[in-house]
């Protein structure tokens, strides 16, 4: 029995207590999807492994289909492997490989040893190819036939495998030659419009567009985007067709890549956080970015200490210094993710630096201009000593041009050298704009020491 | 002629000035789709305007159909109405919405205007919803037929049609009733294995999965990932049909709101920035964020004025305050990051603040231990003072736990005051630990002064 104010997750619980395959089933059946998951991911791990294996194969591929990838590989880890085998046969088969990708190496290596082996040495070949290139995004579900099949025996051909046939998200029908090269390409629409003994070669569009199975996510989007197809196959060098990928698979590619890219710029690396995780997972992952970035911290502000003779002598200096660094950061970071943009959009080339270095100079001008008088003035009416002002205001405006003309070319400059501009970018620009900015802030200052100090 | 070494603008350049329609053909058709872009991107606003005028608009609503949204809004801005119109025509009606709704006010309602007036009445509808609700992701292209039309009559209207509905990406036929109600769905393939004369009341499936026209973004990405369709109807109120979103469309829009979310979280806010902008329009545009950001960090630095004489008594001091405010920075938005994903699918709900900081207190205490006893060490041995370690490390330490605590939290209550927590969470967060970090710092110092200064 359920009262309104009782929480999902503690009625999931109790079912899962009771054994009550039942009132599991009507759980699953009447809380809306996103429910169910935060249900499930509030339970203990091990409570949450009965649930899927309290659930037939069908119902637990659904329910795992519907998680975060995460949630999911952490999931199947839980159960036994025969069991996380048979959960995956349900899936499809790109979606197979995206979460034995996720899965620890033992773990997954006992599921595909538990798997039909034809499924397994699929799923491995998938597994093999990066996740962002044409192959790590295919799946292997497709209908090709022979150019001389005709539209009677492809019909009656779905007529006997349309329950198999539902799972594959039929749109096109491919047609292959003796060797599996791909010869062509025919709409659904086609078919149901072509006459019985009409041979498939009559009615295929020749030399379908087609993807390299190399092909790299920015090629693939920028296929998907000049036409309007739902799918393309992907072939391999010889033009052998090894698989199917459609257009919500690159779009989900490209929504996953900017996603990772938010988590990286706000220091989350190494994958999805979730708060299931125990503390210490957490904690571990986090302070590996913190570590870092508290050295490249301390090497910034041996600036500070090095010039502490000024400071002493103007000490209202020193609550400058953080405004100087902070907004010299976010100037920077704008630049940043101004470049990161147009390189994934392909609107800028890593090689271009000069050209993007020119395009940032000018809003820097501006906005170190107007940035550094606002400072300044602040600074001067607040100390009533222009010098302050000029110091402060100098020294903001110098850095943000900096700043911005680095933040611009820094992206550019890690894709070159083969980092994860995502990742890097940030903390390489606001190590070397605080170190800027704290120099240019104290030797404007000893330089000007005898206006200043009071 | 072409040179290796020229760069593509600049023939892309020359082709315009000779105004040469099959040379400009030609260079669109060999050229890959980004590179096109780019070389586009490249030209002065007015060059641009003059390549789609010289392009029919059946291939200039290609290329628009390739660029970005924000790109491809600023060139159609450029040309005169009808042009602008006749090019939207060949667009689908979701995509001339997208359009619309990014080009400014007077230009949009102009090609309106110029637009045929029931398509105009369409698009306008379309553009009356949030572009992130089912009404405002849907398209108007979609097939329905009554209830009593046969297969034979469906595949006769599709012979008939084929032209036109080679543009609608045609999945499901929808079955509606007299008044417009949604009754049922077909496949495709249901019709290519159905016989003539079956009426579609008796293959269609009844009262087919819809999405209400308002559902938000959340929502319909939760039905398609517990679903495997391609597409779903939208319905109002009354269950009347009003158009399909597709599953390549709710991944776009996801991919989108995470880009999006990316560029605020760097600091750019109101859109898109391309460096084809003007200069002044993207001082301007980037000032707008950086001067709130300027005025939170004076708040937060008034706090080491007040402090002043502590300051002056051990200038020390003054080299770890930016390594506290930026670390403390840094712990806090991982928090947010982790809460921002969570909040995007759903794993917690915005009113469960307390579960949330617990979940992170355990982090942040972890976390704040190990970064605040690193700093203190450091600071311990440079200085040999144990007690300059205690202030500096427990400084850190505390700010930490409160900085990933409130972290976690802020998300929350910011999306539960109704604003958008990509925008304001890392400001607001960082402005607080600041404001702690300085003040925990100078505070802790203030109180052991004797034993502090030298």
């Known amino acids: 029995m359920q009262t309104a104010s009782e929480r999902p997750w503690e009625e999931l619980g109790r079912i899962v207590e009771a054994r009550d395959a039942d009132a599991l089933l009507q759980f699953f059946d009447t809380l809306p999807q996103n429910e169910?998951?935060?249900?499930?991911?509030?339970?203990?791990?091990?409570?949450?492994?009965?649930?899927?294996?309290?659930?037939?194969?069908e119902e637990a591929a659904e329910l795992v289909d519907g998680l975060a990838i995460a949630q999911a590989a952490h999931l199947i880890e839980e159960l036994p492997a025969a069991e996380a085998a048979a959960i995956l046969h349900e899936l499809p088969s790109n979606e197979q490989a995206d979460l034995l990708q996720e899965i620890h190496h033992p773990e997954a290596e006992e599921i595909l040893s538990a798997m039909d082996p034809g499924e397994a040495s699929n799923v491995r070949q998938l597994v093999s190819y990066l996740p962002t290139v044409a192959g790590g995004l295919m799946a292997t579900e497709y209908l090709a036939f022979?150019?001389?099949?005709?539209?009677?025996?492809?019909v009656e051909d779905f007529r006997r495998n349309a329950e198999r046939y539902v799972d594959y998200e039929v749109q096109y029908v491919y047609v292959i030659d003796a060797e599996g090269r791909l010869a062509g390409v025919l709409q659904l629409r086609d078919l149901l419009l072509g006459r019985g003994p009409t041979s498939l070669r009559e009615l295929m569009i020749r030399e379908p567009l087609s993807l390299q199975e190399l092909a790299d996510l920015e090629?693939?989007?920028?296929?998907?985007?000049?036409?309007?197809?739902f799918g393309l196959p992907v072939v391999d060098a010889k033009g052998r067709m090894l698989g199917l990928i459609r257009r919500s698979d690159v779009m989900a590619a490209l929504a996953e890549r900017a996603d990772s890219a938010y988590r990286k710029s706000q220091g989350i690396v190494g994958g999805e956080e979730l708060r299931s995780m125990s503390v210490w997972e957490r904690s571990r992952r986090r302070l590996s970015w913190l570590s870092i970035n508290i050295?490249?911290?301390?090497?910034?502000?041996s600036v500070i200490a090095y010039y502490q003779e000024t400071l002493a002598a103007v000490i209202v200096l020193a609550a400058f210094l953080p405004i100087i660094s902070d907004m010299s950061g976010c100037s920077?970071?704008?630049?940043?993710?101004?470049?990161?943009?147009?390189?994934?959009?392909?609107?800028?080339?890593?090689?271009?630096?000069?050209?993007?270095?020119?395009?940032e100079l000018g809003v820097?001008?501006?906005?170190?201009?107007?940035?550094g008088t606002l400072l300044?003035?602040?600074?001067?009416?607040?100390?009533?000593?222009?010098?302050?002002?000029?110091?402060?205001?100098?020294?903001?405006?110098?850095?943000?041009?900096?700043?911005?003309?680095?933040?611009?070319?820094?992206?550019?400059?890690?894709?070159?050298?083969?980092?994860?501009?995502?990742?890097?970018?940030?903390?390489?620009?606001?190590?070397?704009?605080?170190?800027?900015?704290?120099?240019?802030?104290?030797?404007?200052?000893?330089?000007?020491?005898?206006?200043?100090?009071?």
Do not use: K
């Open 36 to 57: 169910a998951a935060r249900a499930l991911s509030r339970l203990p791990d091990r409570r949450q492994a009965e649930v899927l294996a309290m659930l037939g194969h």
């Open 146 to 154: 022979s150019a001389d099949a005709t539209v009677e025996e492809v």
């Open 219 to 229: 090629e693939i989007q920028h296929v998907f985007e000049s036409h309007a197809f």
């Open 295 to 301: 050295v490249l911290n301390i090497i910034a502000a």
């Open 332 to 359: 920077g970071n704008q630049a940043v993710a101004v470049s990161m943009r147009e390189l994934t959009m392909g609107l800028v080339h890593p090689r271009e630096v000069l050209r993007t270095l020119w395009s």
């Open 364 to 371: 820097g001008l501006i906005n170190g201009l107007t940035l």
């Open 376 to 454: 300044g003035v602040l600074a001067w009416l607040w100390q009533d000593n222009v010098y302050i002002g000029l110091v402060v205001g100098g020294a903001l405006a110098l850095n943000t041009v900096i700043a911005v003309s680095l933040g611009g070319i820094v992206p550019l400059l890690v894709r070159r050298l083969g980092f994860d501009p995502a990742l890097a970018s940030s903390p390489i620009l606001t190590t070397v704009t605080d170190l800027c900015g704290f120099f240019l802030t104290l030797s404007f200052a000893t330089a000007m020491l005898s206006r200043l100090a009071t």
